[in-house]
């Protein structure tokens, strides 16, 4: 069964989006393998965000993601990595489609509900990263 990680970000966890964003995974056939809320420090994301430590809101990010406890979860189900990805939409929740998550219920590009793995190979390191 394939495994993918998912965030639901400070912006969600504040106004209280946990459930409806997880329900819409569970109704769409996902299942939780594990989950837990955790405060994310400057080491963990650095090595999430490596692939943004050049941009100019970077610390933006980081400051934003710190903020207040997050929820990460582990979910399974077939072709899970993509079935994610596409029911969380673009990354810029302004441009993301109505009826995909961050359509409905996004803010703007880092107010974006969840992160989630972008492919098989990143959903194993991140399970590793998170759950170690
Ligand atoms: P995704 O989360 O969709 O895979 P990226 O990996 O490109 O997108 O970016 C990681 C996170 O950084 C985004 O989810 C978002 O919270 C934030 N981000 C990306 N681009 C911007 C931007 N231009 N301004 C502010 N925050 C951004």
């Excluded at 394939?2 to 964003?21: F, H, N, S, W, Y």
């Excluded at 056939?29 to 955790?38: F, S």
């Amino acid at each position: 069964m394939e495994r993918t990680l998912i965030i639901l970000k400070p912006d969600c966890m504040r106004r209280q989006l946990a459930g409806r964003v997880i329900s819409r995974l569970e109704d769409a056939g996902l299942r939780i393998a594990d989950c837990k809320i955790m405060v994310l420090d400057e080491k963990l994301l650095n090595e999430h965000y490596a692939h943004l430590t050049h941009l100019p809101f970077f610390l933006e990010i980081t400051d934003f993601m710190e903020s207040v406890p997050v929820m990460v979860i582990i979910l399974e189900g077939n072709g899970a990595v993509e079935r994610v990805r596409n029911l969380l939409g673009p990354t810029d929740s302004q441009k993301a489609p109505a009826g995909t998550i961050r359509g409905d219920l996004g803010l703007d590009k880092m107010r974006n509900i969840a992160h989630a793995s972008d492919s098989v190979e990143a959903a194993e390191l991140e399970v590793a990263r998170f759950f170690r």
